[in-house]
């Protein structure tokens, strides 16, 4: 006995595809305003990169 994977309709996958790229977007927006929020909070760079460290957030080493 076989078993077969439901598949979906193109549209389907690119329904699922945008909800993923929006999600993402809006994960990086939560971060960015997360990190600023912690940056004007923080005593100092290292401080800073402490508080962001326990987010899970990333410290940018330079700006580009």
């Known amino acids: ?5 439901p598949t979906r309709t193109v549209q389907e996958q690119n329904h699922f595809a ?5 999600e993402k ?5 939560d971060s960015d305003k997360a990190a600023r929020i912690v940056a004007k909070q923080a005593v100092d760079a290292q401080d800073c990169q ?3 460290s326990m987010l899970g957030l ?3 080493d330079e700006k580009s």
Do not use: F, I, S, V
């Open 58 to 60: 990333d410290y940018p």
């Open 50 to 52: 402490r508080l962001l």
């Open 1 to 5: 006995m076989t078993w077969e994977r």
């Open 18 to 22: 945008h909800a993923r790229a929006a």
């Open 25 to 29: 977007l809006r994960q990086a927006a």
